[in-house]
């Protein structure tokens, strides 16, 4: 079903306590956007660039991963916007793509390792961007006083990243299609552990993988896979369990609905949608 259209290269959906919406815009847009409950207003917050993930703190201020000048951003809801961190021990951001917070209350975010204007020049992806240098990362931030730490180096284009029930950190990896877990104990983060992957062998070639994730309280992930035109269902054990059919080739990312609605709320750049599917269990509640 769709829940709002009009929306110029949707990302980064999160549901609010009062059933109304963030999400980020990119294009010419470039801004974070607020969408009442009904999905018929659109309000802007913040103008930004062409911001990516987002994510809302305890306090409800907007955590922005920004790759038109690479940065992490934390912007009120009355749209003051400051900038947070532009890279880790002298290495400068290239492309923050997602965020989210654990229940250690740290910050993590992925960078996909290539600045945007080299990855798709001019809103295009490159034809020969398999051939390109990814050096895509994983970085933890502690949001009050900026220490931030790089978790993981060499990803092929790092994009999708939440928590699961396990307590572990999941990455994906988009020009693969894998999906990667890392074991998180106090302040040690363990090695890159293969978990699973979400590629359809029977699509239709050309750049696709996975994109932004969400966990399930049934312990299932749900990953919109960019180019596959589905949200692929991982099980606890990484196997593909389902495929829900978007309306568009493109979706961007997938939220969860407030508990006890049994719903996830899905961006897709094709259409400029917002698509809403009832699946069988509410969302893990985000840290």
């Known amino acids: 079903m769709n829940f709002t259209s009009n929306l110029v290269l949707p990302e980064g959906p999160v549901a609010l306590k009062d059933g109304s919406w963030l999400c980020v ?7 974070v956007t607020h969408i009442s409950a009904d999905g018929k207003t ?12 987002l994510a ?9 991963a920004e790759s038109e000048v690479p940065s992490l951003l934390k912007i009120s809801m009355t749209g003051e916007v400051e900038v947070v961190l532009t890279g880790c021990d002298n290495e400068a951001f290239l492309f923050p793509n997602d965020l989210c917070f ?4 740290y910050l993590y975010l992925t960078d996909s390792g290539i600045l945007i204007d080299e990855f798709e020049p001019g809103g295009k992806i490159r034809l ?6 990814y050096d895509g990362r994983v970085f933890r931030i502690h949001t009050q006083t900026k220490e931030i730490i790089k978790i993981d180096t060499g990803i092929r284009f790092t994009n999708g990243i939440a928590f699961g029930p396990d307590g572990y950190l999941y990455v994906n990896e988009t020009l693969t299609g894998n999906i990667f877990r ?7 983060v363990g090695k890159r552990e293969l978990f699973g992957n979400v590629i359809n062998p029977t699509s239709a070639p050309g750049f696709k993988g996975p994109d932004g994730m969400a966990f399930g309280e049934n312990g299932q992930l749900y990953v919109t896979v960019f180019g596959q035109g589905d949200v692929t269902v991982l099980d606890k054990n ?3 369990a389902e495929r829900i059919r978007t309306k568009g080739m493109n979706p961007t990312n997938v939220a969860f609905g407030l508990p006890g609605k049994k719903q996830i709320l899905v961006t897709e750049y094709e259409y400029g949608t917002m698509e809403l599917f009832n699946v ?3 969302g893990l509640e985000l840290w």
């Not at 659109?42 to 993930?53: D, E, V």
């Open 25 to 31: 815009q990119g294009g010419v847009t470039g801004c």
């Open 42 to 53: 659109h309000n802007l917050i913040a103008k930004t660039g062409k911001p990516n993930g």
């Open 56 to 64: 809302v703190d305890k306090r409800g201020f907007i955590w922005v």
């Open 102 to 105: 654990g229940p250690d209350g």
């Open 128 to 133: 020969d961007y398999e051939k390109l240098a």
């Open 182 to 188: 890392y074991k998180v104990e106090g302040d040690a």
């Open 238 to 240: 990484g196997k593909v």
């Open 280 to 282: 069988k269990t509410d």
